[in-house]
């Protein structure tokens, strides 16, 4: 059974760093790359970043470009998204997610079959 479990989250000033994590289990991590994404009350799942599981292109969506950076960690089964200058417009809960199949990789959440619960990132002004 997959099991992705995000922590990190909380209440943040705007310029403020938060840095989420997601523990996986139940899969073979090292196969898969992993995305993070974000979802605003109100708003549809938007895509934030992804990581391959080889090489070291990264995908970032437009708006945390310089910004936000994702990394992992295959002895620890870890997936992390390090988020500097937060703004308000990053209020969201967050879900790290894997692809449907492994050694593939998409920037769109249909592509991604499992999900975590969640965490709540909240920039104040």
């Known amino acids: 059974q997959v099991q992705l479990v995000e922590s990190g989250g909380g209440l943040v000033q705007a310029g403020g760093s938060l840095r989420l994590s997601c523990a996986a289990s139940?899969?073979?991590?090292?196969?898969?790359?992993w995305g993070w994404f974000r979802q605003a009350p109100g708003k549809e799942r938007e895509f934030v970043a992804a990581?391959?599981?080889?090489?070291?292109?990264?995908y970032y969506a437009d708006s945390v470009k310089g910004r936000f950076t994702i990394s992992r960690d295959n002895a620890k089964n870890t997936v992390y998204l390090q988020m500097n200058n937060l703004k308000l417009e990053d209020t969201a809960v967050y879900y790290c997610?894997?692809?449907?199949?492994?050694?593939?990789?998409?920037?769109?959440?249909?592509?991604?079959?499992?999900w975590g619960q969640g965490t709540q990132v909240t920039v104040s002004s």
């Open positions: 997610a894997a692809p449907r199949v492994p050694h593939t990789i998409a920037t769109y959440s249909a592509g991604f079959g499992s």
């Open positions: 139940g899969l073979p991590f090292s196969n898969y790359a």
């Open positions: 990581i391959p599981w080889l090489g070291s292109k990264l």
